[in-house]
């Protein structure tokens, strides 16, 4: 088995994983990051989406080895109990979450998606969001969220 | 105002923990030294085994257990069975066959569990699976629901040959003739309403655990019911006391009525579980769930309404064939949609009211409560027949509706079909909605539409529903401990609704506590003593009601041990804010003071029964109706057949509202459930009876552009039915959304010549409606 160091959440971890073993998996099983979900097995649902070397991606649409030598962040590296994610915030104040299942990879994409489009319109978060399934909320409450968020997030000048 | 308290939009307090990534779901849990299951299931929709071979599957690496239907048999475990008393249509009783937890020599379905894999690792399960040799004899197959009970259908079952399992009749079928003797013009149509999936994000799991210490089992798994999931394994499976098996419910990723009760998966873990001797889990996947899981709706309705002379309904007859699918598993299978069809007469005065609902048979994964169980099919049918009925007799449908709608100052309202409207208020709903949707604006945004090329369409749909049924009680516990905070301890089961900070609010509203000094628990069978769990809007309504009777008992409780610590009468002792007090003095003491207190013996009166925690358990009288009125309007392309929802009001009533913020995320996502059916959404299976659409690839799920904004408003008329005034909020949104985004596109094809269409209006079966009316009419 291969050796693959990457870091996570700011800390650098070398494991060994199989070939074969999914980024998602590697996060789940072998660091008990539980936070990054799996909803799908044909990569539809975005409910494992983390940040790769600061850009979002489905960890289950690509492999442990690929990450080897990256930096990956996931819904646990970001924000505080006393201190969320200003996006993580803006989630809570919209009620952008029921279950919470889908919750960790909207946000995981609407960071990225807030820095990539700083002055984002509901019609590019809707178009944006289309690798996110979301089952519960009918999705209105996460597009507002997300372009409060997104205000949120804009560097103070 | 309390800033916790009732009708405040309080952001959740379950929302900080699954922000983060620390929610538990079942999958997130896993135990030292489990073993991993993975189910084999029917490629057949219908065959005959003849034989099985697992001697390979066996022998391969980390394999600890392959088990088929004739182990299940041999270890004498037993089945649910289904205790309605139904009949079939020759006064026989109902045909309800049960279902094992493997089949022993005939499948029935695609997805029918033929055996049960146990591995040291998943892969190792998955692959073991692949070198299990089954050899079937396929026989055939009907899965298709006005055809299974069609003369010359294959039978499903040799003891059923015609397929029917049982029959429901609701109202009086001979006064209803006899209104249709009468009727001036009769209007009869026929709806289909798909079967589809739940598709909550989160795919059930199990993982089961034998100690063989205690000889008790756990079962940790994402399901709407623990108490009743304990309660069926060990009287019908295992054959065991309750008090030796442990069931838990983490935080569930979705259930919306599909993660409802025992499947088949659960027996499997535990019984393996305690063969090995090792925990067992096992976790659905996706492109597995529309084969492991029950499945929602799926029901054609033969509708008929009766008219005098002014277009006053007189009757209404309905004749709903619903598909049952291969197994009466428990009464779960026979829930839909007979148990809701008794709102089938709407909010419409209809004097005479028949319903006949036949449960049939068919090669195909049972069907089960799926948000609305029954409620949005019965509004389906009344509310499309009504927009039909008014294009036929060239009549205003807003019109016909006003004219036959049941007024308030008729409240209550016994209706035809059996149920009982306690209040509402329907016309000002409408009223509401109609003022909030621009109706007046329409024929301009019409024209506007037209003028690119686009057709518009809007409908009004009025939707009511039976919620909180008073055949389940509920239960709440409140207690305290020495520092005075509290758990809050609940039978029913949060799948993402927002109970803890419901429920907080509703604790707060009454004793005045602190949200942040209450832990809330729910979904462990070793904490919380009863529960009927979270189904049909019973939640907020029935399990809301009995913290608020367990509030009382700690108040009554709480005022004699202040009378001690003030000296003073305890009817002289006074509670409000969170404080007793000496009536029209200063002197008071906490609640939390009086908890203390309560655990000392030297604080208290002598002999009295110390500590503080109270239980309530709370059965309604009546069932409750949520009520509301939709305003949809769809804009359709001829050329592609696609359809955008381009405004959408709802004003529900759904009596008194706990948390507005959290009522309305109810409200939408219900909708956002019914757009997905009437867009796009469904199960299908081919002629051969093979399932076509098993992954996201091939079962269209909304996404986020596929909607617009919905402007939810409430007009709450409180039910005196509970001591809280709520009717129920779960299935409100969704119960309305089928008919009213049916109706609009229906609206907007008036004026190509479509008349007739069924769900799913996908841009293909759009085009094609348009395309063959074009050539009917020789264009
Ligand atoms: S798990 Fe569904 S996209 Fe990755
Ligand atoms: S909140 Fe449940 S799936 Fe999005």
Redesign the pocket.
């Known amino acids: 088995m291969p050796d693959v160091t990457i870091t996570v959440n700011g800390k650098r971890e070398v494991r060994s994983v199989e070939t074969r073993t999914l980024l998602v998996h590697f996060l789940r099983e072998q660091l008990r990051l539980t936070g990054t979900h799996v909803g799908c097995d044909t990569s539809q649902c975005g409910a494992c989406v983390v940040h790769l070397d600061g850009r979002s991606v489905k960890s289950c649409a690509i492999l442990a080895v690929q990450a080897n030598g990256s930096e990956i962040t996931t819904i646990e590296g970001i924000g505080t109990e006393e201190q969320l994610h200003p996006m993580q915030e803006a989630f809570r104040e919209h009620h952008a979450?029921?279950?919470?299942?889908?919750?960790p990879g909207?946000i995981m994409r609407a960071i990225d998606l807030a820095i990539r489009h700083s002055e984002a319109d509901e019609t590019t978060v809707r178009r944006e969001l289309e690798g996110n399934?979301?089952?519960?909320?009918g999705y209105q409450n996460?597009v507002a969220a997300i372009l409060a968020g997104a205000v949120a997030m804009r560097p103070h000048v | 105002m309390k800033r916790y308290g009732i009708g405040q939009s309080v952001p959740r307090f379950e929302d900080s923990r699954l922000l983060r990534g620390r929610g538990r779901f079942q999958d997130d849990r896993n135990l030292p030294g489990q073993s991993y299951g993975v189910v084999l299931r029917s490629p057949h929709a219908h065959a005959r085994i003849v034989s099985i071979d697992t001697a390979a599957a066996r022998a391969a690496p980390g394999v600890l257990a392959v088990y088929t239907g004739e182990d299940y048999a041999a270890d004498g475990l037993g089945m649910p069975k289904a205790t309605l008393p139904r009949k079939r249509p020759d006064g026989s009783p109902m045909f309800a066959p049960q279902r094992p937890a493997l089949v022993v020599d005939r499948v029935r379905y695609v997805g029918d569990p033929v055996a049960f894999v146990v591995a040291d690792s998943l892969a190792e399960a998955k692959d073991a699976a692949e070198l299990i040799a089954i050899d079937y004899e396929p026989r055939s197959a009907v899965t298709d629901t006005a055809a299974a009970a069609s003369s010359g259908a294959a039978p499903v079952w040799d003891e059923c040959p015609d397929n029917i399992s049982n029959i429901v009749e609701k109202g009086n079928k001979s006064a209803t003739e006899a209104a249709f003797a009468r009727a001036v013009r009769t209007i009869k149509r026929r709806y289909v309403i798909t079967r589809v999936h739940a598709q909550?994000?989160e795919t059930r799991g199990a993982l089961g655990v034998y100690d063989e210490g205690d000889e008790r089992y756990t079962l940790y798994t994402d399901c709407q019911y623990p108490h009743r999931v304990r309660n069926m394994l060990c009287s019908t499976v295992f054959r065991i006391p309750e008090s030796k098996m442990r069931v838990v419910s983490g935080d569930i990723?979705?259930a919306f009525g599909s993660k409802g009760w025992q499947y088949v998966e659960h027996r499997l873990v535990l019984w393996a579980a305690r063969k090995l001797q090792r925990p067992v889990k096992w976790t659905c996947e996706r492109s597995e769930a529309v084969l492991a899981d029950e499945h929602g709706r799926d029901s054609v309705g033969e509708i008929e309404l009766g008219l005098d002379g002014d277009n006053k309904f007189v009757g209404l007859r309905l004749h709903l064939i619903g598909n049952i699918g291969a197994y009466v598993g428990s009464d779960r299978n026979l829930l839909v949609p007979s148990m809701m069809i008794g709102t089938a007469v709407g909010v419409y005065d209809i004097p005479s009211a028949y319903a006949l609902v036949t449960g049939v048979l068919s090669n195909t994964s049972p069907t089960a409560p799926y948000r609305g169980a029954g409620r949005p099919e019965a509004i389906y049918l009344i509310e499309r027949l009504i927009d039909d009925t008014a294009r036929e007799l060239n009549v205003d449908p807003l019109e016909l509706r006003r004219r036959n709608m049941i007024p308030a100052n008729a409240m209550p309202y016994q209706n035809a079909l059996g149920c009982y409207y306690d209040c509402g208020d329907f016309l000002a709903n409408m009223d509401m909605a109609l003022a909030a949707a621009d109706y007046a604006g329409f024929p301009a945004r019409r024209e506007q539409s037209r003028a690119r090329g686009m057709l518009r369409g809007i409908s009004v749909a009025n939707a009511i529903e039976q919620a909180a049924s008073p055949a389940q009680s509920e239960f709440a516990e409140i207690r305290f401990d020495t520092s005075g905070s509290v758990q809050l301890l609940m039978g029913t089961k949060n799948q993402?609704q927002g109970h803890e900070t419901t429920f907080k609010q509703i604790l707060h509203e009454r004793l005045g506590l602190d949200p942040g000094d209450v832990h809330f628990t729910d979904g462990d069978t070793d904490q919380v003593a009863f529960g009927m769990g979270t189904n049909g809007s019973r939640s907020t309504v029935v399990g809301g009601s009995a913290i608020y009777l367990a509030a009382e008992k700690i108040i009554e409780k709480g005022r004699r041990i202040a009378g001690h610590m003030l000296e003073s009468a305890a009817t002289d002792i006074e509670f409000a804010h969170g404080r007793f007090l000496v009536a029209g003095t200063d002197r008071a003491v906490s609640l939390k003071q009086v908890a203390a207190a309560a655990f000392v013996p030297a604080r208290l009166p002598l002999g009295f029964d110390g500590g503080l925690y109270e239980s309530a358990t709370y059965a309604p009288s009546k069932d409750t109706y949520p009520n509301g009125c939709h305003v949809c309007e769809v804009e359709v392309d001829p050329e592609t057949g696609d359809v955008a929802v381009v405004n959408y009001v709802i004003v529900d009533d759904v009596g008194t509202v706990i948390n507005p913020l959290t009522l309305k995320g109810q409200i939408v996502g219900g909708i956002a459930q019914g757009l997905g059916q009437i867009l796009m959404e469904r199960v299908v299976y081919d002629d051969t009876g093979q399932l076509v659409t098993a992954s996201f690839m091939d079962y269209a799920m909304p996404r986020a552009d596929v909607f617009s904004h919905i402007t939810v408003k409430s007009n709450p008329v409180p039910t005196k039915l509970n001591p809280l005034g709520a009717k129920g909020a779960g299935e409100a949104g969704c119960v309305g959304s089928l008919p009213s985004i049916m109706n609009a596109v229906m609206n907007a094809l008036e004026p190509v010549g479509v008349r007739q269409l069924d769900m799913p209006a996908t841009s293909d079966r759009v085009w094609k409606a348009i395309r063959s009316v074009a050539k009917e009419n020789g264009k």
Do not use: S
């Not at chain 1, 979450?97 to 919750?103: A, D, V």
């Open positions: 979450l029921q279950c919470g299942f889908c919750t909207m399934l979301c089952r519960c909320t996460i | 909550y994000m990723g979705g993402g």
